[in-house]
Each structure stands twice: as C-alpha cells, then as structure tokens.
Nanobody
Framework: QVQLVESGGGWVQAGSSLTLSCAASGSIFRINVMGWHRQAPGKQRELVADITSSGITNYADSVKGRFTISRGSAKNTVYLQMNSLEPEDTAVYYC?????????WGQGTQVTVSS
C-alpha cells in the first residue's frame, strides 16, 4: 500500500506562482512514477505532469513552460512548481504514485486562480 498526502494548494491571482508538495509513505519502493493530475469543475480528470524514478518528465501541453515537476532527494516526495498561473488552472490537484500493482491517489488539494 502507498499513501499520498498533498499540500500547498490555495487561492492566488492570475500570474502568480504556487508550489504543490506530495509525500508518499508505505511501500514507496514500489513506486515507478509520481505525478499530478487535476480535475476542474465539470471536466474530466487530466494528467498535468509526471516523473519517473529515473527523472524522466512528462507534461500536458497546457502547462509546458509554466509548470515544473521534481522529486525530492529522498524520492518519496514530488513537487509541482506552478508559475504564471491562469484561471484555467483552477482545479483540484491530485498526487499519484504508480506501481506495477496499480496507481495510488492522494485526496487532492484545491487550487483556485482568480482573474
């Protein structure tokens, strides 16, 4: 089992920056990929960014150049640095940890960007 706890969400104005953090516990050695998904009101959940255990990153086109995903030195944490936030980035952001046995999800953290 893997448990994921997010932090760092909040309310900001457009153009601002925000950093989300996610800490994994439990069977963290099984995690191959950590990342972030988001779900805006009335929309499907979508991938924002993810990063493999070897550091390969992947971003949604809508956030490329604005968001940066990274993992902590202990490998059980993942961060999402979000710059130049737009109202369209408003969503609940979920941390994920993918293993060979399934994908685990955090409870989500709300990010609200006002224009």
């Amino acid at each position: 089992q893997v448990q994921l706890v997010e932090s760092g969400g909040g309310w900001v104005q457009a153009g601002s920056s925000l950093t989300l953090s996610c800490a994994a516990s439990g069977s963290i050695f099984r995690i191959n990929v950590m990342g972030w998904h988001r779900q805006a009101p009335g929309k499907q959940r979508e991938l924002v960014a993810d990063i493999t255990s070897s550091g390969i990153t992947n971003y949604a086109d809508s956030v490329k150049g604005r968001f940066t995903i990274s993992r902590g030195s202990a490998k059980n944490t993942v961060y999402l640095q979000m710059n130049s936030l737009e109202p369209e980035d408003t969503a609940v952001y979920y941390c994920i940890g993918a293993t060979n046995y399934g994908t685990y999800w955090g409870q989500g953290t709300q990010v609200t960007v006002s224009s």
